[in-house]
C-alpha cells in the first residue's frame, strides 16, 4: 500500500520560504514520477512542479518558476519543494501525487496520479 504524507506547510509573511516534503512508503520510490499540486480556496487543484524518476527532468508552471524548486532524494523516499520569494498567491494546500508512468503531455494533469498525499497548508501573509 502507497503512502504519500505532506509535511513543512505553515504561515509565512510575503517574500519567505518554506520547504515542504513529501514522505513516500510502500511501492518503489525510486521508479515514481513526482509531483506537487496545489488548491486554493475555491479553486481546482492545479499543477505546480514534476520531477521524473531519475530527477533529470524537472517541469513548472510558469507562475514559479524561478521562485520553487523541486527536488528528490531517492536514499529517503522523498521529494521536495522549496518555496522561495512567496507570495500570497502562493497561499494554498500543497498535494504531492506520485505516479510509475510518466507522459510529458499530461504530468500537468491530476488524473494520471494514482497516489496522492493529504495535503499541507501554506499560507503567505501580505
Known amino acids: 500500500q502507497v503512502q504519500l504524507v505532506e509535511s513543512g506547510g505553515g504561515l509565512v509573511q510575503a517574500g519567505g520560504s518554506l520547504r515542504l516534503s513529501c514522505a513516500v512508503s510502500g511501492g518503489t520510490f525510486s521508479r515514481f514520477h513526482m509531483a506537487w499540486f496545489r488548491q486554493a480556496p475555491g479553486k481546482e487543484r492545479a499543477f505546480v512542479a514534476a520531477i521524473t524518476w531519475s530527477g533529470e527532468n524537472t517541469y513548472y508552471v510558469d507562475s514559479v518558476k524561478g521562485r520553487f524548486t523541486i527536488s528528490r532524494d531517492n536514499a529517503k523516499n522523498t521529494v521536495y519543494l522549496h518555496l522561495n520569494s512567496l507570495k500570497p498567491e502562493d497561499t494554498a494546500i500543497y498535494y504531492c501525487?506520485?505516479?510509475?508512468?510518466?507522459?510529458?503531455?499530461?504530468?500537468?494533469?491530476?488524473?494520471?496520479?494514482?497516489?496522492w498525499g493529504q495535503g499541507t497548508q501554506v499560507t503567505v501573509s501580505s
Open positions: 501525487a506520485a505516479d510509475y508512468k510518466f507522459n510529458s503531455r499530461s504530468y500537468y494533469y491530476t488524473t494520471p496520479y494514482d497516489y
